[in-house]
């Protein structure tokens, strides 16, 4: 009777001490798990304390502040890149000053100082870094270049800076180093479908590696006559045409309506293995822009 008292007691006791220890262990694993949690949040508020603010972008000159400007108000922008105390760079900058005088209704002018350390974004942007000082460029609203005058200005006519949104369309896609995929095509055209669809293949052709852009331009369209005379394209033809023109400015091809992805293809393997201006140019000068 006394042993089993006893066992009984033992048992007790076993189970007791049994539940004081989990109840500890609860305790102190609920203790362990708040102490990880708010040390975690500690590591994580000073990891985010110790991170560096990222620094603002630099702030545009002033004469980056205007080419933007221009852009925006659909502008022409004249870009003389100069240096201080250098005649050559003078003569240029008094010249430009004259062209202000009769061109200020359509076009701003800016002058970068290239030793500028301000001004060294935009001069290298425009390849002023690598080019003949004095320089001016004529910039087009949409970014292309439409013309360059290194060294010195010989004429007081810029007209032929001035193009139209078709030509600088194209200039852009060749002055960005890729094919220009001219569909000639309006509402008075057939096979306009299927030209762009051409295009289209032309665009997404894995051999040229997305090397090629679209522009549409309508023949109708007056201001582009001058363009289109250049291209030596028919603006009368009732069918679509797809002209193909590479880097700096070499006509690859004229093709109709219905010319297919394949002989392009073909004809651009031709055409673009002999390098030069072979097919012709629609550049504002000779081979480029």
Known sequence: MRMSKIAYVVIVLVIALVVVIGLAKMRNGTGDRNEVQAANTVDTTVAEESQAKPEPPPKASPEDAAISTAAKQNRYVFVTFYRKNDGASKKMQTAMKTAQGKLSHRASFVSVDVDDAVQ???????????SPIPLTLVIAPNGAITAGFPNEIKKADFS??????????????????KLAAVCVQGSRTKNNKKS???????????????????VKIDPSDRSESKFMNECKVDVHSADAQLL????PGKLV???????TKDTI?????????GGGCGGGSCAPSGCGP
Do not use: C, H, W
Request: glycine share 12%; aromatic share 4%.
């Open 196 to 214: 762009l669809a051409t295009a289209e293949e032309l665009k997404a052709a894995p051999e040229l590696g997305g090397a090629v852009e679209i």
């Open 120 to 130: 060294q974004e935009v001069v290298s942007r425009y390849g002023a870094d690598r």
């Open 160 to 177: 032929d800076a001035f193009v139209s949104n078709g030509m600088a369309s194209v200039l852009k896609v060749l002055q960005g180093q």
């Open 265 to 273: 293809m073909t004809s651009l393997k031709s055409s673009l293995g």
């Open 253 to 259: 091809g004229k093709f109709d309506g219905t010319a």
């Open 244 to 247: 193909v023109l590479a880097p």
